[in-house]
């Protein structure tokens, strides 16, 4: 059975068999040796009785992938294409917030495809959430070779119409409970930056996830402060905290996950939060449906993310 989205939220629908997914380049252009991952891309979507459409190029504009206006035009593009169920976005970087002025809604909304990323691609999913559309934060082409096969798995359980259940090691920092709400979230620092736009959807009672890469512990500690002040962390249902790491002052893991417990217990004394899930910048990227209602259990024996179904 499907997951159940929020109320007034829209869910694209499963992908049929040979259908298409597209890749579409919304950040940096794809990096110059891609044959082998093209090969594995097709490979991939074949298992699941799937086509899979390769732009034949890319633009390029400094390390984008085009500037904004031709990114636009080839997202365009694959929205009139009959075929085409998904857009996958082949990598971050970062620069897909160019696009949200221009973004194509109503031709979006019409279409009603599935748009794949994470990273920098949480700009255009927040976005999608303001506007009562769904997608998938989950692995990308660029990172597949990296990707743990249950990641993958769980992506084609989505798009064929159902739903995982996940869970998690309990981590020593957490806060138990249970909650239930609309699951939003993605990378931290995109978050924040959409902070005060038209763009950014509201948190208030919804279930958070978070993940960061390569950021400075007082950085980190900086966004988690303006995340609070502008959506108070007691006022969300539940956080799910996943993968914080790569810091360029050689923190560690535990470190930065000791920072962000000492101070989401600060502010949000009562809420259920786990750390250390299975989602972000490594190869356990399983995939978050945005806009879903989901139970979340944080206990001694672990932490659990199950998806209601429709």
Same mark, same amino acid.
């Given at each position: =059975?499907?997951?159940?989205?929020?109320? $007034?939220?829209?869910?694209?629908?499963?992908?049929?068999?040979?259908?298409?997914?597209?890749?579409?380049?919304? &950040?940096?252009?794809?990096?110059?040796?891609?044959?082998?991952?093209?090969?594995?891309?097709?490979?991939?979507?074949?298992?699941?009785?799937?086509?899979?459409?390769?732009?034949?190029?890319?633009?390029?504009?400094? &390390?984008? #992938?085009?500037?904004?206006?031709?990114?636009?035009?080839?997202?365009?593009?694959?929205?009139?294409?009959?075929?085409?169920?998904?857009?996958?976005?082949?990598? $971050? $970087?970062?620069?897909?917030?160019?696009?949200?002025?221009?973004?194509?809604?109503?031709?979006?909304?019409?279409? =009603?495809?599935?748009?794949? @990323?994470?990273?920098?691609?949480? #700009?255009?999913?927040?976005?999608?959430?303001?506007?009562?559309?769904?997608?998938?934060?989950?692995? =990308?082409?660029?990172?597949?070779?990296?990707?743990?096969?249950?990641?993958?798995?769980?992506?084609?359980?989505?798009?064929?119409? @159902? #739903?995982? +259940?996940?869970?998690?090691?309990?981590?020593?920092?957490?806060?138990?409970?249970?909650?239930? *709400?609309?699951?939003?979230?993605?990378?931290?620092?995109?978050?924040?930056?959409?902070?005060?736009?038209?763009?950014?959807?509201?948190?208030?009672?919804?279930?958070?996830?978070?993940?960061?890469?390569?950021?400075?512990?007082?950085?980190?500690?900086?966004?988690?402060?303006?995340?609070?002040? #502008?959506?108070?962390?007691?006022?969300?249902? *539940?956080?799910?905290? *996943?993968? +914080?790491?790569?810091?360029?002052? @050689?923190?560690?893991?535990?470190?930065?996950?000791?920072?962000?417990?000492?101070?989401?217990?600060?502010?949000?004394?009562?809420?259920?939060?786990?750390? *250390?899930?299975?989602?972000?910048?490594?190869?356990?990227?399983?995939?978050?449906?945005?806009?879903?209602?989901?139970?979340?259990?944080?206990?001694?024996?672990?932490?659990?993310?199950?998806?209601?179904?429709?």
């Amino acid at each position: =059975m499907a997951a159940r989205v929020a109320p $007034g939220i829209q869910c694209p629908a499963p992908v049929p068999a040979a259908h298409t997914i597209a890749l579409w380049a919304a &950040a940096f252009a794809p990096s110059q040796d891609t044959t082998a991952r093209w090969k594995a891309i097709e490979q991939w979507c074949r298992q699941h009785a799937w086509q899979c459409f390769i732009p034949p190029s890319f633009s390029s504009f400094h &390390a984008f #992938a085009g500037t904004a206006t031709e990114r636009i035009r080839a997202l365009q593009s694959l929205l009139t294409h009959p075929q085409v169920a998904a857009i996958w976005a082949v990598r $971050g $970087g970062y620069s897909s917030y160019h696009l949200l002025e221009d973004f194509p809604i109503e031709q979006w909304r019409k279409k =009603m495809p599935w748009l794949i @990323g994470f990273s920098d691609l949480t #700009a255009l999913q927040l976005y999608l959430i303001k506007q009562g559309i769904a997608s998938l934060h989950a692995p =990308m082409p660029s990172v597949l070779h990296n990707t743990h096969p249950d990641a993958l798995r769980h992506l084609a359980t989505f798009l064929q119409g @159902g #739903a995982p +259940v996940y869970t998690a090691p309990a981590h020593p920092l957490q806060q138990a409970g249970e909650a239930e *709400g609309c699951l939003i979230g993605g990378n931290l620092a995109v978050l924040c930056s959409l902070i005060g736009t038209p763009f950014m959807p509201e948190l208030q009672d919804c279930i958070l996830f978070i993940e960061e890469v390569g950021e400075h512990s007082y950085a980190i500690d900086r966004m988690l402060h303006h995340l609070h002040y #502008a959506f108070p962390l007691h006022r969300l249902r *539940g956080l799910i905290i *996943g993968a +914080v790491s790569r810091s360029p002052d @050689g923190e560690s893991q535990e470190y930065l996950y000791k920072r962000i417990a000492e101070i989401v217990q600060q502010k949000a004394p009562h809420l259920p939060f786990c750390l *250390g899930f299975p989602v972000g910048h490594e190869n356990q990227n399983y995939p978050m449906l945005q806009g879903a209602m989901v139970r979340l259990s944080i206990h001694a024996q672990g932490c659990t993310l199950s998806f209601q179904l429709q």
